[in-house]
């Protein structure tokens, strides 16, 4: 597996008291989509969390194109090329949208991907470029934190339940966009969802957490037809 | 009439200096949710610094700007050596450490420097300027006093509003979080929030010594009319902390012309009191965002 960009190790994180994440292996490549699903509290966040460095792993290894990423700052990750995006969209609402768009860059300093580009992958947010990011609707702010995320050029990039409050059609949008940005970028995407049937349509494989450990991994097709799996874990 | 003008002016003047404070107190609250109550001390000590400097025989302008570079210094080091550790931690854990630096900086000035307020000369002239015959209360230092906060305020916002380095303080003050994840260095920022800060406290000092005085504790009440400013004008808005310290130093210049200076802080609390019953957030608050 030479080829893979993310990979973690025998993954260790605490939430609080809580051993959120509980000894993780996990492998995404370019150009692939994994979903990771699992009920509220199953370690989904705190994964997230763990790999981009927000909280710091108890045990076991994060590699992103195969450097280890132990102990380093989020803002060094970043400049490697990983990005994430955290849940609740976080936008900074008192920033415009271009402003959002902008900060997502600075670190590339020239080599940023223009906003314009992105104002072609999302035109609702070109028209609403000088607005502060709070006056935005559920679905723009998505579009524009994932936006933002991809003006740093990342080859990883993690997704934090970006259905979350969405209405099905703007959170199936976002969910096919996705698809196309990982395949049309190369680029490898974690896309933890609790609507385990949208992000299974869209992904590659699928990892199922729950209290912090893998219960179940596979293509997504084949996670799809587990009905017994998606009794017991999926809900649906 | 003449006295009313008289008064404007003067309000206007001292105004600018509550100002100033009221900025060095709306930086750092923006970037960090900390009320700097030591800022007092902070500007003493580097007014201070100026005092001596100028005891020693140095030119008014070297003393002046070493009051500044040593203020963005100090600024620096007191985010670096003490707030930093205070990330994460209980809000009142700050207030109690900037208290408490705020209490050793007094102590440790009144050490070395001894208790007794020291004269500060201003940098231009303190006669008024004379129209039609009459002498107004307002002078060429005044002038000074105002146009060098109004420079400092501009050269801020256009700092935040119009610069790289603006926007990723202000994502640091909104969202540090998401800022790191955008790959801004938080650190990096949150100390420049101070020096600058600190920078615009020193300036404070320095313009309102030749009228205090400098001593240990002779820019408390600086503090006090810079805080009343800063919430008045929502704590959060360098704007905000201008009109604030404008509007502050009108009325209590009025209060103390007219009434008595007896008054003048017992006034400050009273429009304090008013601003946050009327306008709990401040007159120049931030809307509400759209919760979605």
């Known amino acids: 597996m030479s080829d893979a960009l993310l990979q973690t190790e025998g993954l260790i994180a605490e939430y609080g008291p809580v051993r959120a994440v509980d000894g993780v292996d996990l492998t995404v490549h370019g150009g692939r989509v994994t979903a990771v699903l699992g009920a509220n509290g199953a370690g989904k966040t705190t994964l997230l969390r763990a790999i ?5 792993a108890r045990a076991g290894s994060v590699r992103l194109d195969g450097r280890s990423l132990a102990g380093m700052a989020v803002e060094r990750i970043v400049r490697l090329g990983l990005s994430h995006v955290p849940e609740g969209r976080g936008v900074i609402t008192e920033l415009t949208t271009e402003e959002n768009l902008l900060l997502g860059g600075l670190w590339r300093r020239r080599d940023a991907m223009p906003v314009e580009e992105i104002y072609e992958l999302f035109p609702p947010l070109r028209e609403r ?4 990011a709070g006056s935005l609707s559920g679905g723009e702010r998505q579009m524009l934190s994932i936006g933002r995320a991809l003006v740093g050029r990342p080859r990883v990039l993690l997704l934090d339940e970006p259905s979350l409050g969405l209405a099905p059609l703007v959170s199936s949008q976002i969910m096919r966009l996705v698809r196309r940005l990982a395949t049309e970028r190369r680029l490898a995407v974690l896309l933890v969802e609790q609507n385990a049937r949208s992000a299974l349509a869209v992904a590659d494989r699928g990892i199922v957490l729950n209290l912090g450990r893998i219960v179940a991994e596979g293509d997504a097709a084949e996670l799809i037809a587990d009905e017994d799996l998606r009794q017991a874990y999926l809900g649906f | 009439m003449t006295r009313f003008v008289d008064l404007t002016l003067n309000g206007i003047s001292t105004g600018a200096i509550y100002a100033a404070a009221a900025l060095a107190l709306v930086i750092i609250w923006r970037s960090t949710r900390i ?15 100026a005092s001596a400097l100028l005891s020693a025989g140095a030119a008014y ?8 570079v040593s203020g963005l ?18 809000p009142l854990n700050a207030v109690i450490v900037a208290f408490g630096l705020l209490i050793l900086l007094e102590a440790a000035a009144g050490m070395i420097w001894g208790n007794t307020p020291r004269s500060f000369p201003p940098a231009f002239s303190i ?3 004379s129209v039609g015959g009459t002498r107004l209360l307002f002078a060429p230092n005044d002038t000074f006093i105002v146009l060098a906060v109004l420079a400092s305020a501009l050269l801020l916002a256009l700092l935040f509003r119009r610069t790289t380095l603006g926007l990723r303080m202000r994502a640091t003050a909104f969202a540090p979080e998401v800022a790191r994840l955008l790959g801004v ?16 406290g020193s300036l404070a000092g320095v313009l309102v010594a030749p009228s205090v005085f400098v001593g240990p504790n002779q820019f408390d009440t600086i503090l006090i009319f810079g805080f009343t400013a800063a919430v008045m004008g929502g704590l959060d808005s360098p704007v905000g902390a201008v009109v604030g310290g404008l509007v502050l130093g009108l009325a209590l210049s009025y209060v103390g012309g007219y009434e008595g200076s007896a008054l003048v802080t017992l006034a400050a609390l009273v429009i304090l009191l008013i601003v946050l019953m009327v306008r709990p957030r401040g007159l120049f608050s931030t809307p509400q965002e759209r919760r979605v």
């Open chain 2, 61 to 68: 302008w070297i003393a002046f700007v070493v009051a500044l």
């Open chain 2, 35 to 49: 009320v700097n109550f030591a800022q007092g001390g902070m500007l003493m000590v580097t007014t201070f610094i």
């Open chain 2, 127 to 129: 006669r008024g300027y």
């Open chain 2, 73 to 90: 210094v100090f600024g620096a080091l007191v985010e670096r050596l003490l707030m930093r550790h205070l990330i994460g931690a209980p």
């Open chain 1, 52 to 56: 981009s460095g927000l909280v710091r």
């Open chain 1, 129 to 132: 470029r000088r607005q502060p």
């Open chain 2, 185 to 200: 260095r938080v650190g990096g920022m949150l100390m420049l929030g101070w020096a600058l800060a600190s920078l615009v």
